[in-house]
């Protein structure tokens, strides 16, 4: 062997091995460029045409038809195969294009996909075509920043992910002179068509761009994207168009190979609750999805919280006659509660470790704060529009924000006392811990939308946990159980006597056994013991938990002393107190952010072959003059050779939300359907998957993403449960 210390640097880094070793394009770059998408059928054909489909109905929006009367009345159209006779139609068709596009807010894995289509089927239609994308999303249109996209830009970009061949931003179009400025560029470019790629709120923007871009023949598309898998399209009669927005398998499979992954851990070394927020602004979609990829011991779905009703403060006021409104919606307080109770369950079997996964909006659907963020996000958007200064430039400090509200509910700052924010709230916001009252006031998105991602939700809800957890421990509720085989192995081996000691120490220790009484038929005595005992599983193992009232070495003294087993002159034998110190739990937590690592990870095959289709059937629509119309592909839950390639009105797809302070005519986002087969699977699935019982937990392992061979996870579960 050579001494690499002989060899020069320069030399070493010309050398064929270490320049593989160490490119920046490795060969699962390679393998997944040359991946060639599986495209629908009606893709082989020359020329597609549309076919209305009045059947898939929607209800209109009168604020929607108001402002978007050019793109309402739009029917879902279907791709067929082109009339290949007709000249006119044929030349239409195959124009040469200027075509525009434009990425949109947050990555979505698949996005480069999209633009592939649209370039090859663009190219191939005309090579004399022209596809230009906007640089940094819609501000690249307002400021008529663009690249030429070639054949060797998409060739090095293929089935990648994240958006970075021509990036992405949050810029709202959503004022006259941007819409000016929008045409303008669109112009100058004698574009005829635009694709924007975004969720919600970009797809938003396109309708008001379609509607704005008709008189001067643009054509405005819209393509679903965002990993928060919101984006669902259903007709009045509950059809589904789009199952799901684009990003969101590849996303939700990088999340769910990580936390299987702390599963593991968490399940090796016994000591850790690993607590894993999972993106979704919103919508529980994500955390769904991970809950069933993985059998996490807890997940929280905020849909479901928002829908609690806590029946027995119910009952309690009924019996007074009265209505207790509070009873309706989840509380935090009630939240940390529920999480403290399955965290109590798993101890007592002596399961001191789990994880638990809490998407990231489900602060969303607790009552208390979603009042907040309204509010809030009033109090900021008309302090906006009364003030030539923003409200976070005015209010630099969190102190100078809360001074502000206060002065608000006095009526000092504005002319009058502001009806939204009055003392009560001023008093429970001053309640909350600061890093929560200023993740609470952070700056609103360009859209007015609350940016959940910049707020520690996991420390909020942990660290009442937290604080709760201590109170139970104290109360000798929160105990790790002994299993009886190291109970009495520990007994045995010190020579002591396990039942006298057992049920000294033990709140339910019991020698008889429960099967003896039931094959003797001594209902008394089964009855007896049934109640005091656990329920105890057919393989016989038994937790034993320390007596309440036994929260100390000197409670563990007194107790002992108290059931004779030692005097007051003696010490606590060591045994017992090694199994004393082994039922007091210490609770400790790892925190974890699953969200920009899975928004930037490469795409499955299943988003790889959605979003070139995606790109193709835009073309397609361009091609037959479509605007205002988002494509989409049906029947996502099934095998690629059963997907039906649409395109849907946009504008029939919005309704009126609070923005800002104000009502607004936005695209209507989706959020968990809490009657959906994938959400009730996962809540029968609950006692299972929390394995709050001896034995292993029900951990599953989806592994990391796989290009080839089959398996469950080709698409998303959530898609495969619901379609059946
Ligand atoms: P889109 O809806 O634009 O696709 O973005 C989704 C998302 O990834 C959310 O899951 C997350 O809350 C948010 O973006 C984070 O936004 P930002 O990139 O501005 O931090």
């Known amino acids: 062997m050579i001494m690499s210390e002989n060899i020069s640097i320069e030399t070493l880094l010309k050398n064929p091995e270490i320049e593989t070793a160490i490119a920046d394009i490795n060969s699962e770059t390679l393998d997944r460029r040359a991946f060639i998408p599986q495209i629908c059928k009606v893709f082989s054909n020359k020329f597609i045409s549309l ?344 209010f630099h400090s969190l102190d100078a924000k809360l001074e502000y509200l206060r002065r608000l509910f006095r009526g000092i700052t504005e002319k009058q006392a502001s009806p939204i924010w009055n003392a009560r709230d001023d008093e429970l916001f001053n309640d909350l811990p600061s890093f929560f009252q200023e993740g609470l006031l952070v700056e609103r998105d360009t859209h007015g939308n609350f940016q959940f991602s910049q707020v520690n939700t996991e420390k909020i809800i942990m660290d009442m946990v937290g604080d709760y957890l201590h109170i139970l421990k104290e109360k000798g509720e929160y105990k790790i159980g002994i299993e009886d085989r190291r109970f009495n192995y520990i007994m045995e081996r010190a020579n002591l006597n396990p039942e006298l000691i057992g049920m000294t120490i033990f709140r339910n220790y019991q020698k008889a056994d429960l099967e003896d009484y039931k094959e003797k038929g001594d209902r008394k005595n089964y009855s007896k013991v049934h109640d005091k005992t656990d329920s105890i599983p057919k393989d016989n193992h038994r937790y034993y938990l320390i007596k309440k009232s036994i929260i100390s070495v000197k409670t563990l003294k007194q107790a002992l002393v108290n059931g004779g087993v030692i005097t007051d002159d003696d010490k606590v034998p060591a045994p017992i107190l090694e199994i004393f110190k082994k039922s007091v739990p210490n609770f400790k937590i790892q925190s974890h952010f699953y969200g920009y690592d899975g928004r930037g990870s490469n795409p499955t095959k299943f988003d790889c072959n959605y979003t070139y289709n995606l790109g193709l059937t835009a073309f397609a629509l361009i091609a037959n003059g479509a605007t205002g119309q988002m494509a989409v592909i049906k029947n996502l839950e099934h095998d690629s050779d059963r997907w039906e390639p649409l395109g849907v009105p946009i504008a029939r797809l919005m309704h ?34 929390l394995a709050a019982e001896h034995g292993e937990d029900h951990y599953r392992q989806p592994g990391p993403v796989r290009f080839q061979g089959k398996s469950e996870e080709d698409k998303p579960l959530t898609l495969v449960l619901n379609s059946i």
């Open 656 to 689: 009126l939300e609070e923005r800002k302070g104000k009502l607004a005519l936005v695209m209507e986002k989706n959020v968990v359907d809490t009657n959906s087969n994938a959400f009730r699977i996962a809540k029968a699935m609950r006692d299972k998957w």
């Open 51 to 394: 076919e209305n489909q009045p059947q898939y109905r929607f209800p209109i929006n009168r604020e929607a038809e108001k402002q978007l009367p050019d793109i309402i009345y739009n029917n879902v159209q279907k791709l067929v195969a082109g009339d290949s006779d007709r000249k006119d139609y044929q030349s239409f068709f195959l124009k040469s294009r200027n075509i525009g596009i434009v990425f949109s807010g947050g990555p979505a894995p698949g996005g480069h996909n999209v633009i592939a289509g649209i370039f090859d089927a663009a190219k191939e239609a005309n090579p004399e075509s022209k596809i230009f994308g906007f640089i940094l999303g819609p501000e690249g249109i307002l400021e008529n920043r663009y690249v030429e996209i070639t054949k060797e830009l998409v060739d090095r970009y293929r089935n990648m992910g994240g958006f970075t061949m021509i990036k992405t931003g949050r810029t709202k179009i959503d004022s006259p002179q941007k819409m000016a400025l929008s045409r303008e560029t669109c112009q100058e470019l004698n574009l005829d068509a635009l694709v924007i790629i975004g969720g919600d709120d970009s797809n938003t923007n396109a309708a008001f761009l379609a509607q704005e871009l008709k008189p001067h023949g643009i054509q405005v598309i819209g393509i679903p994207k965002t990993i928060d898998g919101d984006i669902q399209i259903r007709t009045e009669d509950g059809e589904t168009l789009c199952a799901i927005s684009f990003g969101f398998h590849s996303a939700a499979r990088a999340f769910a190979q990580n936390i299987s992954n702390l599963c593991t851990d968490a399940s090796s070394d016994l000591k850790y609750w690993h607590v894993c927020k999972v993106m979704g602004r919103v919508a529980s979609h994500l955390a769904l999805e991970v809950a069933l990829q993985t059998h996490a011991n807890l997940t929280l779905i905020g849909e479901d919280l928002a829908d609690y009703v806590d029946n027995d403060r119910l009952k309690k006021a009924q019996e007074k006659g009265e209505i207790d409104y509070t009873a309706y919606g989840m509380t935090l307080r009630h939240l940390s509660r529920l999480i403290c109770d399955a965290i109590v369950k798993r101890a007592a079997k002596g399961k001191n470790y789990g994880v638990i996964v809490i998407p990231e909006g489900v602060l969303e659907f607790i009552n208390e704060i979603q009042i907040f963020i309204i509010k809030l996000s009033t109090i900021i958007g008309q302090y906006n529009q009364i003030h030539d200064l923003d409200f976070h430039t005015a």
